[in-house]
C-alpha cells in the first residue's frame, strides 16, 4: 500500500488521520514535529506528506522547503482555515 506520512502536533489530528487513511488501505506513520517528521521522512520517503502548517519549532513551510530535495512527490498542507496541495 502506499505510504503517507503525517505530521502534526496535535495527537488528536494525528489519531484520526491515522485511524482513518489506515482504514482506508493506506500505510501511514505519524510525527508530533518538524523534526521528527523530517527524520521520518529521511529515514523511509512516503509518498505523500500530510503537513500541519503551525508546528513547534520548524514550522511547516521550513518542512515544505526540506521536501522539495527529498524526492516526495506530493504534500499536503493544512491548518484551521484551509488546505493546500503542493506538488
Known amino acids: ?3 503517507i506520512l503525517v505530521i502534526d502536533d496535535d495527537p488528536g489530528v494525528r489519531n484520526l488521520l ?10 501511514v506513520e505519524s510525527a508530533p514535529d518538524g523534526e521528527a517528521g523530517l527524520n521520518a521522512l529521511r529515514l523511509r520517503p ?3 506528506v500530510i503537513l500541519d502548517v503551525m ?3 520548524l514550522d511547516g513551510f521550513g518542512v515544505a522547503r526540506e521536501l ?19 506538488v
Open 1 to 3: 500500500p502506499a505510504r
Open 46 to 48: 512516503p509518498e505523500l
Open 18 to 27: 491515522e485511524r482513518g487513511l489506515t482504514y482506508e488501505g493506506f500505510s
Open 55 to 57: 508546528l513547534p519549532g
Open 68 to 86: 522539495r530535495g527529498s524526492g516526495v512527490d506530493s504534500a499536503s498542507m493544512i491548518d484551521d482555515q484551509a488546505s493546500v496541495q503542493l
